[in-house]
C-alpha cells in the first residue's frame, strides 16, 4: 500500500468517524499532521538518559566492554553516581598523565554511556566542591570512570584523564 493511499484512508476514516466519535476522529487528524507520524514510534529503551563520553586508554575500554554490557555499564554508571552524591563511593584520584612528548602516552578513545540526566546534573553541580574536599578535579567522567574500574577490577593506573 503507497503512502498516499494510506493517507486518503486515514482522511476518510477521520471524516466518518467525526459524528460518531469526535475524540477518535481527532486522534486519526493527529497522526495525518505533520511529524503526527512520531506519535507511532514506541518509546527507546536503549537511547534514554544523557550521553556521557569517558576518556580512557584503547585496552581498558575494550576490556570493559568485553566484560559487561551497554545496559550495565548505564545501570553502573547511575549507581556510581548516586553512591557518589550519598557520599558512599569517593573516586580515587586520576593517575598523573604522562608529560608531553615523554613517549609513554597510550590510545585515547571514548566509552560512551547513557545515564540519568538528573543524576548527571547533580554530579556536576557538587563537582566544584568535592574538587576543593579531594585536591582534584572532579568530573562526572572520572566519577564514573573510578566506579566502573573498581567495580570490574581493572588496574585504575589505565585511565587517560
Given at each position: 500500500m503507497s503512502r498516499e493511499l494510506i493517507r486518503a484512508r486515514l482522511i476518510v476514516a477521520s471524516e466518518k468517524l467525526r459524528p460518531t466519535d469526535p475524540l477518535l476522529a481527532d486522534t486519526?487528524?493527529?497522526?495525518?499532521?505533520p511529524g503526527g507520524w512520531k506519535l507511532l514510534k514506541p518509546p527507546s529503551t536503549t537511547a534514554t538518559g544523557k550521553n556521557l563520553s569517558i576518556a580512557m586508554r584503547r585496552e581498558v575500554r575494550d576490556e570493559l566492554k568485553d566484560k559487561t554490557t551497554s545496559t550495565s555499564l548505564s545501570e553502573a554508571t547511575d549507581?556510581?553516581?548516586e553512591e557518589f552524591l550519598a557520599g558512599t563511593?569517593?573516586?580515587?584520584?586520576p593517575p598523573?598523565?604522562?608529560r608531553?612528548?615523554?613517549g609513554v602516552t597510550a590510545e585515547t578513545v571514548n566509552l560512551n554511556v547513557r545515564v540519568n540526566g538528573d543524576l548527571l546534573q547533580q554530579v556536576k553541580d557538587i563537582a566544584d566542591e568535592r574538587s576543593a574536599e579531594y585536591g582534584w578535579t572532579v568530573t562526572p567522567a572520572r566519577v564514573a570512570a573510578a566506579y566502573l574500574l573498581k567495580k570490574h577490577k581493572?588496574?585504575?593506573?589505565k585511565t587517560a584523564k
Open positions: 486519526v487528524d493527529e497522526v495525518l499532521a549507581k556510581a553516581f563511593f569517593v573516586p580515587d584520584a598523573a598523565r604522562a608531553r612528548n615523554s581493572i588496574g585504575n593506573t
